[in-house]
C-alpha cells in the first residue's frame, strides 16, 4: 500500500482476512485503502467486518464516521460514530479532524479550529489534523495560514496527497472550482508528488472532475485518462470516462 500497488495490497489482505477472518486491524487497513479509491461498497464491507469483531474499536468507528462523510455526508450518524469512538479513546486525533470538518461543512470556522487545537495538543504532526488546518484557513481566506498548514503536512509527509484530495472536496462544497483547479496543479508540482505517477493519478482525478464543472471537458477527460493511465483502481474515474467515452459517446452529438 505504501507504494501506491493498490491490487497487491488488498491481495495481501485478503489472504490475511481468509486466515483469519474477523481480524479487525486487516479489515480497517483493507477498508481505508477502499476508500482512497472511493469504492464505497467493499470499504463497507470491511468497515462491518471489523466492527462486528470489536463494536467499541475507537478507530473504526472513526473511519465508519469518514466513511459516511465521504459516501453520503450523513453528518448525523457519523456525529454519533465520533461520539461512539471519543467515549473509548478520548484522545484519538481522527475524531477532532473529522469533527472539525464536519464544523467547517456548516460554516463553524471557530469550532472547527477549536477541534483542530484539541487534536493537535494530542499529535502536533498528525496528518489529518495538520491537513484540515490548512483547509480551515483556505476557507477563511487565510491563504498564509493555508500556505504555512499545507507545508506543514509536506514536510511531516511528502507524498501525502489525501491532503489535497480532501481540499478538492471542500472547494467542491462551495462550488469553488476554479481555485480547486489550481490548487490541484500546485499540489501536482509538489516534488515527491511530481516524482510519483501513481500519486499524481489521486489529484488528477480531483483535477479532472473540477475542469468537468466548468464545462472544460476536452481538458477535464485529458486528466481524468492520465489519472486511469496510471493507476485504474479509481471507481469515480473509471465511472466518468466509461459514463463520457462510452455512453455520451454513442448517444450523444455536441456542436
Do not use: C, K
Amino acid at each position: 500500500r505504501a507504494l501506491g500497488a493498490v491490487r497487491n495490497a488488498n491481495d495481501a489482505y485478503n489472504q490475511a482476512l481468509r486466515v483469519e477472518p474477523g481480524r479487525v486491524d486487516a479489515n480497517l487497513e483493507q477498508a481505508e485503502l477502499m476508500l482512497t479509491t472511493e469504492d464505497f461498497g467493499p470499504a463497507g464491507e470491511a468497515l462491518r467486518a471489523a466492527l462486528a469483531t470489536n463494536p467499541h474499536h475507537a478507530r473504526g468507528l472513526a473511519l465508519r464516521a469518514r466513511a459516511r462523510l465521504l459516501n453520503s455526508l450523513d453528518f448525523a450518524r457519523a456525529g454519533d460514530d465520533l461520539t461512539a469512538a471519543a467515549a473509548v479513546n478520548p484522545r484519538l486525533p481522527e475524531v477532532f479532524a473529522l469533527r472539525a470538518a464536519i464544523a467547517l461543512r456548516d460554516g463553524r470556522i471557530a469550532e472547527a479550529d477549536r477541534q483542530l487545537d484539541r487534536g493537535a495538543a494530542v499529535n502536533p504532526r498528525d496528518l489529518d489534523v495538520l491537513a484540515m488546518r490548512g483547509i480551515v484557513r483556505f476557507f477563511a481566506d487565510d491563504r498564509p495560514g493555508f500556505a504555512r498548514a499545507f507545508d506543514a503536512v509536506f514536510e511531516a509527509s511528502p507524498t501525502y496527497a489525501e491532503a489535497y484530495e480532501t481540499l478538492s472536496d471542500f472547494a467542491d462544497w462551495e462550488h469553488r472550482y476554479a481555485e480547486a483547479i489550481d490548487l490541484m496543479r500546485e499540489g501536482l508540482a509538489r516534488p515527491a508528488i511530481a516524482a510519483d505517477r501513481r500519486l499524481g493519478a489521486r489529484l488528477r482525478a480531483s483535477l479532472g472532475v473540477n475542469l468537468l464543472r466548468l464545462g472544460r471537458e476536452e481538458e477535464g477527460l485529458a486528466e481524468l485518462r492520465a489519472s486511469y493511465d496510471a493507476s485504474r483502481f479509481n471507481v469515480r474515474v473509471t465511472n466518468l470516462l466509461n459514463l463520457y467515452e462510452q455512453t455520451m459517446g454513442a448517444e450523444y452529438e455536441t456542436d
